[in-house]
Structures are given as C-alpha cells and as structure tokens.
C-alpha cells in the first residue's frame, strides 16, 4: 500500500462551539482550541477536523453557510485561526476544514441574488415550478417537511435536501462550480491540509428529480428517500473536477462524508487511480441498528478490499450527528471504563484511519434529557414534530428521538469537575452532561489507568509498529455474534486482536503469546472478561 501521511495519523474531530470557550460567551472558539493544543498533542493525535467556522445564521450549527471566506466572529477572526495553524503545525498537528457545498444558507448572498433573478445567479441553486398545486416532487427532507420551499419573491419553489434555511446548490451550473474550486483554493492558500466533505455524494441529483414510489413517512405521501438522491450519475466526473480543481495532486487531504455508499460504491470514490476522494466515512457501522457483530465483520471485510485496491477507509464509530459510543455500542454504567477502552482497542487496531470524537478519549456518554425544550438539534426536533403528527404521544416520541439524538454528541467537553465541567464560566449554549463531576480530562491525567491512557498508548503503538497502519488484515469467526478475532500482518509481524462485546466471560484464542496491550488488569490468558479487548503478538514461527 502507498505511503501517505493521511494514512499514518489518527485524527481528532473538534466541534467548535463545544470544546473550549476564552471568552465566556458560552460558545466554544478557536482561542479555545489553540489553548488545548498541548493537551491534543499530549494525546499524540495529528490532524484536527474542524466541523464548519464560517459565518453562519446557525440554523445547523455551522452546516449552513452564509459566508464561505470569513470565520464566524463568535469563533473568532481569520487571523485566530492563522496562529491556530501555525501553533497546531508547529507541533506537528495538520488541520482540516469541513467543506459544505451541497447547499449554503438561505442568507449567503448567492442564494439571495438567485432568488431575486440575478442574471448571473438565478441559476445557482435549483428552482422548479409547482405541480398540482403543490410541490415540485414528494421528497422529504432530512430535517423534517417537504424537500421544497416556496419563494413568493421569485414564485418558485426551491429544493434543499436539509433544513429549508440549507437551499441546494446547482452543481450543473459551470459558474458555480468555478466559484467554489476558487474558495477552496484560498483555504488552501491559508495553510489547511484538506478538507472533509459534507455529503459529497448527493452533490448531483437524480435527472428529472422523479418522486420517490417508497413508502410515504408523513401525511401528505412525502416519502424519506435516502437512496434517491445520493450517488447519482455525474458524481464521479464532478468529483474527479473537483479534486483536479483544487487540491490536485498535492498532499492535502479530501474526506468525503457519504451516507448511503458500501465498499462496492466506495471503492469508486477512493481508489487512488480515480482521483476522486481519499477516503469516506460510510455509515455502515454507525448507522447499523441495532448494532450486529456478524455485520460488522463483514463491513470491515469488505472495506477491506478495497484497501487492497488501491483505496483507503476511515475508522470512526462517533461524530457530532451520532450518539456517544460507549452508550450506544459499550456498557456505560457497569462496564463504562471495559467497553471504552475496548472499542479504542478496536478503532485503533482495524484498517483505515481513526477518527477520535472530542470527549470520546474520556469515555464522555449520552445525556438522558426528556422534554423537547432540552434539545437544540434541528434534526431532533424536525423528527419530533413528525412523530407527533403520526399520532405519536410526547413521551414516546422523546423516547424515540433521544436514541438518535445528535445533541448526545454535542455537549461541551468535560475538562474537569468545576461549573460547566470547566468549558466556559458564561453559560453554556447547550447544558453539561451532569456526569462530569466523574467523568473529565483533569481526572483522567491523574490516573494511568484511565481510558484516556489507553488513547494515548494506541495513537504512540500506531506511531512505531507500521502493522497497525498497512498491516493485512483477516478476520476469524465471522459468524460468532458477540466475539471478534482478527490479524494483522506486516512483513514479519502478526498481531492477533481480539474483543468480548458480551457481558460474560468468552473464551480467549492462542493464549501463549505475548501481550500488548490489554483493558484488564488481572488478565487470565484462557478468558475474555466482559468488553475484554486483547492485542497480543504472535511470534513467527510459533
Ligand atoms: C452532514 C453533517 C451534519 C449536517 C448535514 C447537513 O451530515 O455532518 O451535521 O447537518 O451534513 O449539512
Ligand atoms: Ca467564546
């Protein structure tokens, strides 16, 4: 496999507004993060993914953008994040930005200028008639309602896959396409080492944007079609402008998110002869529900191969719009400090690169909020409204969303056991997980033997043993549900990796060899204890 630095890092996805705030305001800004670089290079992580620091009317947090060239003042200026790059790449730290040119905000001045017919916009975004007296199509849209808005001013509607503050972009439009290679090459010009891509699939939609003949969601015969408008044709000749458009063959980095897409579809956007995208992240794990090992494997297996094509994968099992994993996939009460530890052992340990999700190095969890008034997802409360309008009851419906929630992931780091977990002395914009009294950064540095040791001594292994990096991989016992034993292998050396998700004791496999690295203290050789996670080293020739 060729070498490459996006390859041999593990990464670290910061969400502004929640990391750390300088000058309580309650919102988190890149004064903040420059303030933690120690801390991040403590941890020994190398790249830094910023989700979205531009000018933002905040309809979803940052993902709507109204200024692509100016950061948001509550983050800070442009010369903040200058030191930030500076500072970061002095200690060997790349950064990225989080790119969203499926759609922009309703308020940038593109969309304004669109509406208002400009000769040279109206064409920027996607404008239809109505049909029959209502909308142009029956989508629904990923934050709840029709996928259409109606402008009186221009008396069209026009389409936004997100919320209806979030108008898509018109990717067929050559202007348009120009103008936003031109603003990723200035990015480039301030020093950033790539970029993540927001849903970079669904950029070109479907021709003739045909109704969806699923099952309708909501009254009305909308229908949620996640499918219909990702991977369409024309992705592939748009993506490989675009990389040729902006970061060409330069080192830097372009990750695409891209729900909807399986190693056969993703090996066409991450095979490096293509000359599209380095790397995604697929949802097929973090959106497996309920989460199922068997699956897992296979994934894992497949995603595999296309490694071995020429391609490359991201190892991720949080962001900001998942739950917190050591709810989700660990136990995080009785077995909060195993199962976190364990799924660090597997993150670091499979093929790809790994994405930590602030707060994920302490083993942060979800919250238990139970009114609506808790939340401030746009997600959240656009599927809330849904449910209620099938009949749903209120408390049924919280039941419902808080599984999914996005807010879990959002609430502000936990850096020690002061007011606000010592993220800001204002009041924060989203309140405090109430565990951070024990669980936080400042008690975890104390003790050696906290999840947030067994971070920092996967990302140094990663560092020095290339097998964790380029190392083949197979996987053992595919179909044993609550068990996971693979191999890596690089020229001479066999590492064995090997994972318990039951809440029982499973027995171990080739118990002679040598340890590395274990979640267990008192470890017996022939035993997995609940959420076990095991490296150990086979010795060639045994
Ligand atoms: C991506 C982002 C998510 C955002 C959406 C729309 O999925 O990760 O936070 O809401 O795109 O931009
Ligand atoms: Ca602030």
Redesign the pocket.
């Known amino acids: 496999m060729e070498r490459k630095w996006w390859k041999e890092v593990v990464a670290y996805q910061i969400y502004p507004m929640s990391f750390k705030d300088t000058n309580n305001d309650g919102i988190g800004d890149l004064n903040g993060i420059i303030e933690k670089l120690p801390y991040l290079h403590e941890l020994g992580v190398g790249l830094l993914w910023l989700?979205p620091i531009y000018c933002s009317p905040n309809a979803?947090?940052g993902?709507?953008i109204s200024d692509y060239r100016a950061i948001d003042p509550r983050y800070g200026d442009i010369k903040d994040l200058q030191k930030l790059i500076k500072e970061a790449h002095a200690l060997g730290i790349r950064i990225i930005l989080d790119m969203?040119i499926?759609?922009t905000s309703d308020e940038h001045e593109w969309f304004i200028a669109s509406k208002n017919g400009d000769d040279e916009k109206k064409d920027y975004y996607i404008w239809r008639e109505g049909k029959n007296n209502r909308e142009p199509n029956n989508w629904w849209s990923?934050f709840g309602g029709s996928t259409w808005e109606y402008s009186k001013k221009r008396e069209q509607y026009y389409l936004h896959l997100?919320g209806k503050k979030?108008p898509d972009l018109n990717w067929q439009n050559k202007q348009l396409r120009r103008e936003i290679y031109d603003m990723m090459l200035w990015w480039l010009k301030q020093g950033i080492d790539g970029f993540r891509m927001?849903?970079i699939n669904r950029i070109v939609k479907p021709k003739g944007l045909p109704d969806s003949k699923k099952e309708p969601c909501a009254p009305g015969g909308y229908v949620f079609d996640q499918e219909l408008t990702a991977n369409q044709s024309g992705i592939h000749e748009t993506l490989k402008e675009l990389r040729k458009e902006t970061v060409g063959e330069s080192p830097a980095v372009l990750i695409g998110?891209t729900?909807c897409v399986d190693a056969t579809v993703g090996s066409d956007y991450v095979c490096a002869s293509r000359k599209e995208l380095d790397m995604v992240f697929h949802f097929q794990i973090s959106h497996m529900d309920p989460f199922d090992l068997c699956k897992y494997k296979k994934v894992q297996k497949e995603w595999y191969k296309v490694l071995t094509n020429g391609g490359w994968n991201t190892q991720f099992f949080s962001?900001?719009?998942l739950p917190r994993q050591v709810s989700r996939l660990g136990n995080d009460e009785k077995y909060w400090k195993e199962s976190a530890k364990m799924l660090a052992i597997i993150l670091h340990t499979m093929p790809g690169t790994p994405f930590i999700y602030q707060g994920e190095e302490i083993g942060m969890t979800n919250v238990q909020w139970d009114t609506i008034e808790n939340y401030n997802d746009?997600?959240t409360k656009g599927e809330y409204e849904r449910l209620l309008t099938l009949g749903v009851s209120p408390a049924d419906a919280i039941a419902k969303v808080r599984r999914v929630s996005?807010d879990h992931a959002r609430t502000p780091m936990q850096w020690d056991d002061t007011a606000n977990a010592g993220f800001t002395k204002g009041k924060p914009w989203l309140a405090v997980n109430e565990n951070y009294r024990h669980i936080n950064v400042k008690d975890q540095l104390k003790d050696k033997d906290s999840i947030w040791y067994t971070y920092k001594t996967l990302i140094a292994m990663r560092r020095q043993n290339p097998v964790m990096v380029y190392g083949n991989l197979e996987i053992y016992n595919e179909e044993i549900p609550d068990t996971l034993c693979y191999m890596r292998k690089y020229k001479d050396t066999i590492w064995l990796v090997q994972a318990n998700f039951a809440e029982e004791k499973k027995p171990a496999m080739h118990a002679a060899n040598k340890i590395l690295l274990d979640n267990y203290v008192n470890i017996d050789k022939d035993w997995l204890q609940p959420y076990e996670a095991r490296i150990t080293e086979i010795k060639n020739g045994n």
Request: overall charge negative; hydrophobic content about 25%; aromatic content about 14%.
């Open positions: 989700t979803d947090n993902y709507d969203v499926n759609h990923f997100f979030q927001d849903v998110e729900n962001n900001h719009d746009v997600q996005r």
